[in-house]
């Protein structure tokens, strides 16, 4: 065992948490994608990465759920200055494809803006396979992946890798929006359609949907069209329920029924209510409290299945760091839980 007081103060010296761990001796690997560039309200989530991590030290280990958690070993891999560089380059051309097509100009107006999306689209293309490539790297090695966002976009490139990996899972998203455009602005790989694109990948049985309370027609239409492969649990109807005496519990145990042993779990901060992430991208009124969502994962896990990869995306610092303090803690729960699920 490596020697440290998890009672200390965080070390700086040390990786995320203040853990004496690196990406060899980690059995958990935290992966950044410091990318949003098809953001389409506010910027600000390529930050987190670096927010969490600076973050996390501020977090108490103990948690009564997973025993000596920290045992298990958790590392993040150092932030990329070139995937930083890029998202910095790109989102002037976002900027410029979003305020165009505000102003109801259509796309075949403009040269530039064509020539744009198509940039943009070739480059988060990339992205998705650096991701894809970085995850199959720690997957070979017998590691457990966490997606940092980010923008929602992200973590395609990591579950196109588990794919390869896991004939039959199911993603649990947590989330303010469906994510099932077919694109969003012109753009193939946007945040807002993370789920469209992630049910591509045929080894995905089950999407099961929670929080979600931002939706529109063609959404919902791909819902209710699914056969059953979408499960959305919406917000409203939840809190109508609540509201006349059905409990938390009923719905875990609902939504647990729905998943499938093998689930990926997708964690977009803004399925929390705003108060909890109020300079996420695109926050919506409404929304999950923390403790319900971790009594979820806590009953997930009871009932004996596996989380088998996560990702935490669109959170953003601001000014005050308020929501990198929230998101460093769930990204510690979710890799507790995950680390309990498999007995590491």
């Known amino acids: 065992m490596i020697p440290f007081d998890p009672n ?17 001796s980690a059995k958990i ?50 932030v990329s200055s070139i995937i930083k560089e890029k998202n910095e380059r790109l989102k002037y051309h976002s900027c410029g494809v979003i305020s165009h097509l505000a102003e109801s100009i259509a796309i075949s107006e403009s040269e530039e803006i064509q020539n744009s999306i198509t940039l ?46 896991y004939n039959n899972f199911g993603i649990l998203q947590i989330d303010a929006h469906a994510d099932l455009r077919d694109t969003y602005e012109g753009f193939e790989f946007s945040h807002a359609s993370i789920m469209n694109n992630v049910l591509k ?36 109807d939840i809190k109508n329920a609540m509201f006349g005496g059905k409990t ?31 300079n996420t991208g695109t926050p919506v009124p409404g929304g999950l409290e923390l403790n319900e969502v971790y009594y979820l994962f806590e009953n997930i896990v009871s009932s004996g299945r596996k989380i088998i990869g996560f990702d935490l995306c669109e959170v953003a610092p601001g000014s005050d760091e308020w929501d990198a303090n929230v998101g460093a803690r769930v990204l510690y729960r979710l890799a507790n839980i995950m680390a309990k699920s498999n007995g590491i």
């Not at 988060?124 to 929602?152: A, L, M, P, R, T």
């Not at 939706?215 to 056969?227: A, D, G, H, L, Y």
């Not at 519990?249 to 609902?254: M, R, Y």
């Not at 029924?257 to 108060?275: C, E, Q, R, T, V």
């Open 29 to 78: 690997i935290f992966i950044p994608v410091p990318w949003d560039v098809t953001a389409s309200y506010h910027a600000g989530t390529a930050k987190a990465p670096e927010a969490i991590f600076n973050a996390s030290f501020h977090v108490d280990l103990f948690d009564s759920f997973k025993e000596n958690a920290w045992h298990t070993g958790y590392a993040m891999k150092e």
């Open 248 to 278: 938390w519990k009923n719905f875990c145990d609902e939504i647990i029924h729905d998943l499938p042993k093998n689930i990926y779990i997708s964690f977009d901060i803004d399925g929390l209510d705003p108060k909890l992430c109020p």
């Open 120 to 165: 943009i689209n070739t480059e988060c293309s990339e992205i998705n396979s650096w991701v894809k490539d970085q995850s199959k790297k720690y997957i070979d090695k017998n590691k457990f992946i966490g997606i940092i966002g980010g923008e929602h976009s992200v973590p395609l490139g990591f579950i196109q890798a588990l794919s390869e990996k």
């Open 201 to 236: 990948i045929p080894q995905i049985k089950k999407l099961v949907q929670l929080g979600i309370r931002d939706i529109c027609e063609n959404e919902f239409q791909t819902i209710r069209q699914s056969k059953g492969r979408i499960k959305t649990y919406f917000d409203r």
């Open 8 to 24: 200390d103060i965080g070390n700086l010296n040390n990786n995320i948490f203040g853990l004496p761990y690196n990406e060899e």
